[in-house]
């Protein structure tokens, strides 16, 4: 069965302290694996889709990174505005739906 | 572009009460999944439509049902409420099948008491 694991499960940095993420997952066959950002109450907002190992997508301060048994989103210089629940999930070949970490809570102080 | 749609944002039931919750997808797309994620919790995956046909479903009892209508909207119906079904239904669309990435709406909250 899929599984995905996300760690640490909450961070606290200063302003302009670079960090990562990280997301650990089994599947049978990788589809593509997500990265979502989610504020309190609200919907899952899409960040990056990576599809095989080696791949790296970047947006403004975040890069995403992925091997053959995990991901790493980078936040480089984050600022209050990046504080969110940063949420993984893969899709196997197999069939279409997500399975979701339990996220990582992202707390930037000024 | 109008993005992903749900009604309504917020709602309180009793326990055995059935309720009904609505997503509209984003223009052109014709898949539409459905999530249920508790508080503290990744979402977990309900069912997906795709053209108006159940298209799979997770590890939820049949009491959990849904629509999708020929405009590609869709609806989640939930019988006989029990306390543990609180929690935010997230409703995700995307362009087909073959297209990976879901984008999703702001979710309904859900309170059963």
């Known amino acids: 069965e899929d599984q995905v694991t996300q760690s640490p499960e909450a961070l606290r940095l200063q302003e302009g302290e670079s960090s990562s993420l990280n997301c650990s997952y089994t599947?049978?066959?990788?589809?593509?694996l997500f990265w979502y950002r989610q504020d309190p109450g609200k919907g899952p907002e899409f960040l990056f889709t990576l599809y095989s190992a080696g791949e790296e997508k970047e947006k403004e301060r975040l890069k995403a990174t992925l091997t053959k048994k995990e991901s790493f989103l980078h936040i480089t210089a984050p600022k209050p505005e990046d504080s969110a629940t940063y949420l993984c999930a893969v899709q196997d070949t197999g069939f279409q739906k997500l399975v979701f970490g339990t996220g990582t809570r992202l707390l930037v102080s000024p | 572009e109008t993005g992903v749609t749900q009604s309504p944002t917020h709602l309180i039931k009793t326990r055995g009460q059935q309720v009904t919750l609505r997503c509209s997808s984003q223009?052109?797309?014709?898949?539409v999944s459905w999530y249920q994620q508790a508080l503290g919790q990744g979402p977990q995956f309900i069912f997906q439509y795709y053209r108006e046909e159940e298209n799979g479903r997770g590890n939820f009892p049949p009491r959990f049902s849904g629509l999708q209508f020929p405009n590609y909207s869709s609806e989640l119906n939930v019988n006989a409420l029990e306390l543990d079904d609180s929690a935010l239904y997230l409703c995700?669309?995307?362009?087909?099948?073959?297209?990976?990435?879901?984008?999703f709406g702001p979710g309904t909250r859900l309170l059963v008491l």
């Open positions: 223009s052109g797309h014709n898949t």
């Open positions: 995700a669309s995307r362009p087909g099948l073959a297209e990976e990435t879901q984008y």
């Open positions: 599947v049978s066959g990788l589809r593509g």
